[in-house]
């Protein structure tokens, strides 16, 4: 490139076209040799021989006696050029900038997180409308679901405003709950949901048809929704009740790892409603024999 880009150079002195031999002499070529004054010429050089010009014509204020008393210096950049070669000297910075640009709208469109105003005790369920409406973090953001998220968490009980927006790379949630929760009162009698035996029962409304330390097996009532009058009839009420009963998982699991076979059979037994009090999980020639000892809570309206 430095064959073709030229530079403008002053050459001082006093009869400045005597400067132009020793130029030539070194086999710098020389283009558009103009004379501006008496003592000054204006010359255009291959860029790649600058350091040639100003090495034989210092711009110094003193020259000693085996220097000629010409100096060389660039001519200031004017017009269209001035302009090419600002932005010629700035690519970098202007290729950062685009860079930097287009960078952040890419990001802009990306959801780095989650922020929640109000309440985030719903996060868990927030999280799952987003799965369920294909919003993941640090992925496009896709638009025209918002409805469908605010639909989903305002059928959670209690939950009276949602209102889901984007902003920049964070996606807002504001839920607002009411003062009370809705009513969801339950008919019927209390079951029984595993085999055991009770530890605890409490019960305010309803009538017992258990008492603890019975053995009572999976669908078996427990509670029933009734009161019983002093002339043997029954009156109808809305039992409400809890009852803790010792139960015992037993089973063999198809599964590769030790692990894996202890979180199929604690989902089995219900893993949000339990208390595992002990656990014990045997190699067999098909898997493994899983013994799970847990407590289960079962209530209504309670």
């Not at 070669?85 to 952040?104: C, D, E, P, Q, S």
């Not at 868990?124 to 496009?140: D, G, K, Q, S, V």
């Not at 002093?230 to 009156?235: K, T």
Request: with cysteine; charged share 25%.
């Amino acid at each position: 490139m430095g064959a073709f880009i030229k530079e403008r150079v002053y050459i001082e002195g006093l009869m400045p076209e005597r400067a132009l031999l020793r130029l030539r002499r070194a086999g710098i070529p020389l283009f558009r040799v103009q004379k501006t004054n008496a003592t000054t010429l204006l010359v255009s050089v291959r860029k790649r021989d600058l350091e040639k010009v100003f090495a034989i014509y210092p711009n110094v204020c003193y020259n000693d006696s085996r220097s000629s008393s010409f100096t060389a210096k660039l001519a200031p950049k004017k017009g269209a050029t001035k302009w090419l070669y600002v932005l010629k000297n700035r690519v970098g910075l202007w290729l950062g900038a685009l860079l930097f640009i287009g960078g952040t709208a890419f990001a802009d469109g990306l959801v780095c997180g989650v922020d929640f105003v109000g309440t985030d005790v719903y996060a868990r369920e927030t999280y799952a409308a987003l799965r369920e409406a294909n919003i993941r973090l640090f992925a496009p953001y896709r638009k025209g679901k918002e409805d469908l998220i605010c639909a989903k968490l305002l059928s959670i009980d209690g939950v009276e405003f949602c209102s889901v927006k984007k902003r920049g790379m964070r996606l807002v949630v504001e839920i607002r709950t009411a003062p009370f929760g809705k009513e969801s009162a339950k008919d019927g009698q209390l079951y029984a949901d595993c085999d055991g035996v009770i530890l605890s029962m409490t019960v305010l409304r309803g009538t017992a048809l258990k008492k603890i330390g019975d053995r009572v097996n999976a669908g078996e009532p427990l509670v029933g929704d009734w009161f019983s009058t002093e002339d043997g009839g029954h009156v109808r009420v809305q039992a409400i009740a809890r009852v803790c009963i010792a139960c015992t998982y037993v089973e063999e699991i198809a599964a590769a790892t030790e692990q894996e076979a202890f979180a199929i059979a604690y989902l089995a037994v219900g893993a949000d409603s339990v208390v595992l009090r002990e656990r014990r999980v045997t190699a067999t020639e098909r898997g493994f024999a899983v013994r799970l000892a847990y407590e289960s809570v079962q209530t209504i309206n309670f």
